[in-house]
């Protein structure tokens, strides 16, 4: 599939370069948040009918899992509410490209330069994961501690540093935007070299410079760009493409991987199993110890998650990657293997979040059209909707769905495997480098099965 630049269509890129679309999408964003905060401190505590639950993680999840980091990357993050505020606070404007902002501007401490703290946070939040997506108050809070955290960030160091360092959902998005068949790229790094003033980073009278500190013509994966689209508003030579291009592309780089990220993949694979054994699996008693928060049951459970995410996955990882080396007599240092096998687990990782949230969503999407009437339990019927029963969809092509989602992973998984191999240690077997790492993700994926299908 050759590469499209979709920026050739002139109403694309006029409504990509106006900040207006943008604004209004971030705007209705922003509401949304704020009624599922207020929601969510001050509502009912039924889950099932508070605002703050169903709004949050049934209709955005669903639809960031199932369209917008599948089909968009970082989508999402062009038009995320949770950084604005503080953003315009840093600016000193909401449209204008420039104003008196407030921001000291300072800069990020060079050894956090990573995804650790994102590592940290999304695992801190998992390991409450129960009581967050079923207690309205909690989730309230949640999403209050990201927008005050968000604010502060942008207050003390330069443009999106929250976004790029500390946001635990970015760093969940930006691992699974690799596989987007979408990427903003640089058309001619010629151009980019010879003009002098950079204003794609450092910013001009039209916009401002890349807010999440990256250098446009260093481009070469998803992760780290947010899809604001400033550079296409500061660059005097229209140079930038946003291009539809063949999913998963990234994964084929080899620049740019460390632990840190190889870390992430493994642990969004020990969350999606934790989160379908607690909240879908038989065991009564595990989804009383993850609900059970500073109980004895409860340290237990996060003892055992923690070692899932840290210690059992990457270690099995690790085992099969320096297995596979051994076999074929590989040169490649077992680390460099293990950050580009883990890569290539992405896919098994996105049909095992796309999988779970399937199921989830099914069977609780109908709990949206009365919060639609009633969002913050005041008694409303705005729409006509208040007096809806719970009714679950799509029971009889669910298993179906998922088990396709799911074996579409493992074959994704299986190809992008190969793959390393055969770029890491050419004149080696292929197939005897990858068949341990092909051997773990089918593992992997039978338990999956057993989870959510069976």
């Known amino acids: ?86 953003e315009w606070l840093q600016r000193g404007a909401v449209l204008a490209p420039h104003g008196a902002g407030l921001g000291a501007g300072r800069r990020w401490p060079r050894a956090l330069r990573n995804i650790w703290l994102q590592n940290a946070g999304f695992v801190l939040v998992s390991l409450f994961g129960i009581i967050v997506l079923t207690q309205p108050r909690v989730t309230g809070l949640v999403l209050l501690v990201f927008l005050a955290a968000a604010v502060a960030t942008s207050l003390v160091f330069e443009r999106r540093t929250f976004c790029r360092y500390l946001c635990p959902v970015g760093g969940f998005i930006g691992l699974y935007s690799q596989l987007a068949p979408v990427e903003l790229r640089v058309r001619d790094a010629a151009v980019c070299a010879a003009h002098t003033d950079k204003t794609c980073y450092t910013g001009s009278a039209s916009g401002y410079g890349c807010p999440w500190l990256v250098y446009p013509p260093g481009l070469t994966r998803n992760v780290d760009c947010g899809l604001c689209f400033e550079c296409l508003r500061t660059c005097p030579y229209d140079n930038l493409a946003l291009n539809v291009r ?40 595990l989804k009383s110890a993850a609900s059970a928060v500073g109980t004895t049951p409860w340290w237990g459970y996060a003892a055992a998650f923690l070692l899932l995410v840290f210690g059992l996955l990457p270690g099995a990882l690790w085992l099969a990657t320096a297995s596979g080396g051994r076999l ?67 029971a009889a092509i669910l298993p179906f769905l998922q088990a396709g989602v799911l074996l579409g992973g493992l074959a994704w998984t299986g190809a992008a495997v190969r793959h390393v191999a055969a770029d890491l240690e050419p004149q080696r077997s292929v197939v005897l480098q990858a068949a341990p790492v092909l051997s773990l993700a089918a593992l992997l994926t039978v338990v999956f099965m057993e989870l959510l299908v069976a």
């Open 328 to 394: 074929a007599g590989s040169t490649t240092t077992t680390v460099r293997s293990f950050t580009r096998f883990a890569s290539a687990l992405t896919p098994l990782g996105l049909a095992a979040w796309m999988a779970f949230t399937l199921s989830f969503v099914f069977a609780n999407l109908s709990y949206v059209w009365p919060v639609l009437s009633d969002p913050l339990g005041w008694g409303w019927n705005l729409v006509g909707t208040a007096d809806l029963a719970w009714t679950p969809y799509g």
């Open 1 to 86: 599939m050759r590469r499209r630049d979709l920026l050739r269509n002139r109403l694309v890129a006029a409504a990509l370069r106006s900040r207006g679309p943008q604004l209004v999408i971030t705007l209705a964003a922003l509401a949304g948040l704020l009624v599922a905060i207020v929601a969510g401190l001050t509502g009912t505590p039924v889950g099932a009918r508070n605002a703050g639950i169903v709004l949050v993680w049934i209709a955005w999840w669903a639809l960031l899992m199932l369209v917008a980091v599948p089909f968009a990357g970082r989508g999402w993050c062009s038009v995320c509410p949770v950084p604005v505020v503080g």
């Open 246 to 285: 063949p999913a998963g592309a990234d994964l084929a780089v080899a620049r740019g991987r460390g632990l840190d990220e190889a870390f992430k993949t493994c642990i969004m694979l020990g969350s999606a199993l934790a989160y379908a054994a607690v909240m879908l699996g038989p065991w009564g008693g």
